[in-house]
């Protein structure tokens, strides 16, 4: 645990991970830094599960070296489940118990006092919410409890498996809004979406990830101005229609266009198109995230 | 405190199960119709079959039910989370598994209105019962994958180990009723009937068949607890 903050709350070292004859990851390097939020991007089958489960110990690589908090996940998990919270996919409640009974148990588990209970429970926006029974929560409620569930330790690292799957829009952005909560007070994140939006609203650096190999990872800006193209589109009046034409930014093509329509007088308008991280996957994988 | 806070979570769970109401339901209904039905002549012998069929659907439905449902829903992956090892998760499977076939089989003698003539040797045998069919839904709650996969591959099993050792097949096949005296279930169905009836049996040697077969189900069960969680902890 010594030096965790100069190593770096997550170091993935030439990781490989096999599941019989499939390889779910194939030599990643990855590093994340105290604070930080990662988002991990790609398709079903890219690794980001896999990526995970690696983090939290529950499965071990089949090469390389996985690090949480200077910590080897595999070889000693209860150190290093004493510093993670995860919200899995799939929740994992008992559905037949309550809010409070599910936290509860969990806090006995982790040998927590049951204040944190409370405590976790605001964090996650549960407040009034303990007597009911999970199985008649909506999912976006049963996420924000799995989301308590994972903070009653007050790990120092958190672990989201596509947390907002399935929520409708305003149950995403209260998720949304919890997360970027945590972010603040300097819990450092890691997500795995394949929601190129949600991973650009939230994430500090983007780590894209395509067949198990780690193909960019930067912060979005960094990743649209290398992979991307600004381009720059010209609306101009032709005849009773309007028409658009677009050059990349950096041809100067766009300026003499303009400068033409202007002398015309059939220039409607010119708007800047910035990279988005669709085009950004697209370059990198050769193929769109569906 | 970890024991305890799972067992509290996994009674809560278990109470409010509506599969229990039905089992509960199925078990007064049963021992109500074999009391008015059943002439005075058989009804020791019927009574055996009703605690047996009590060991086996409570002691193995506990722990197999819960461990296949946790495994379906994902929420044994969430308490391997935890510091919990799954030694202490299927302790308190296994004691819950016991204690509600001992209190299912207190409750159908208040039905069936029976008075054990040798309350002792009654007791230890439900007890080894009950201890053998909590380690074959410890077993089949390990195998399984899911609820589904208990409910094709583990029924069969339980259907099967009931049927061929209640069943009267002395009256059919003799050899077959010798060799089951060496096969787990008859040896602890024959001493059930002793407590009720006070009828001479072979004690120890039943025991000792029933007990060697609970000691290889649980052998069994301890190699594959340590594969139940995802680390080697």
């Known amino acids: ?49 896999t990526t995970l489960r690696l983090l939290a110990g529950m499965a071990a690589p089949t090469s390389g070296r996985v690090q949480v908090m200077g910590v080897d996940p595999w070889e000693h998990p209860e150190r290093v489940r004493a510093q993670i919270g995860v919200v899995p996919d799939q929740g994992g409640l008992f559905d037949r118990l309550t809010v409070g009974e599910n936290l509860r148990l969990f806090a006995a588990l982790h ?94 650096r983007v780590a894209i990830l395509d067949r198990g190999r780690l ?76 | ?41 058989a009804r020791d012998i019927m009574a055996s079959a009703v605690f047996t069929a009590t060991a086996y659907f409570v002691g193995w439905n506990i722990p197999a039910f819960t461990l296949a449902e946790e495994k379906e829903k994902r929420q044994l992956e969430a308490l391997f989370l935890t510091p919990v090892r799954p030694w202490q998760v299927i302790l308190v499977k296994g004691v819950l598994g016991l204690v509600g076939s001992l209190v299912f089989g207190a409750f159908m003698f208040l039905i069936l209105d029976q008075v054990p003539r040798r309350p002792l040797l009654w007791l230890t045998a439900y007890t080894v019962l009950s201890l053998f069919t909590v380690g074959l839904g410890v077993l089949l709650g390990l195998l399984v994958r899911d609820t589904r996969s208990l409910g094709l591959g583990g029924t069969p099993v339980i259907l099967l180990l009931m049927t061929a050792t209640t069943l009267p097949w002395a009256l059919v096949q003799p050899r077959v009723w010798a060799l089951q005296a060496w096969l787990p279930t008859r040896p602890a169905v024959e001493l059930l009937t002793a407590g009720l009836t006070g009828e001479a049996v072979p004690v120890m040697r039943n025991l000792l068949v029933m007990l060697a077969y609970t000691a290889l189900m649980w052998l069994v069960n301890a190699r594959l607890i340590r594969r139940l969680s995802f680390a080697r902890n």
């Open chain 2, 1 to 41: 405190m970890t024991v305890f806070a799972l067992a509290r979570a996994q009674v809560q769970d278990i109470v409010r199960n509506p599969m229990l109401l039905f089992f509960f339901a199925t078990a007064v209904v049963m021992g109500g119709l074999l009391k008015a039905t059943m002439p005075a002549s």
């Open chain 1, 215 to 290: 193909v960019a990872c930067d912060s979005p800006a960094a990743l649209k101005s290398r992979y991307g193209r600004r381009t720059v589109r010209v609306t101009f009046a032709s005849g009773a229609a309007a028409e658009t034409a677009e050059w990349p930014l950096e041809d100067a093509a766009w300026v003499e266009a303009v400068t033409r329509r202007q002398a015309e007088g059939s220039l409607l308008a010119v708007d800047t198109h910035e990279a988005s991280l669709a085009e950004v996957f697209l370059h990198t994988t050769g193929r769109e995230l569906t």
């Open chain 1, 1 to 49: 645990m010594i030096g965790a903050e100069v190593m770096g709350v997550i170091r993935l070292i030439q990781v490989t991970k096999r599941y019989g004859t499939t390889t779910a990851l194939d030599g990643v390097d990855l590093h994340v830094a105290p604070g930080e939020t990662l988002g991990l991007l790609g398709p079903n089958g890219a690794g980001k599960t």
């Open chain 1, 111 to 204: 040998g927590v006092r049951p204040a944190e209970v409370k405590e976790a429970s605001a964090a996650a926006g549960l407040e009034g919410l303990a007597g009911r029974p999970v199985r008649g929560l909506s999912r976006g409620e049963r996420q924000r409890v799995a989301l308590a569930r994972a903070l009653l330790h007050q790990p120092r690292l958190l672990v989201l498996d596509e947390p907002t799957a399935g929520l409708d829009p305003a149950a995403t952005l209260s998720f949304h809004q919890l997360l970027r909560g945590l972010k603040a007070r300097g819990r450092t994140v890691v997500i795995a979406s394949h929601d190129m939006a949600e991973v650009e609203a939230l994430c500090d």
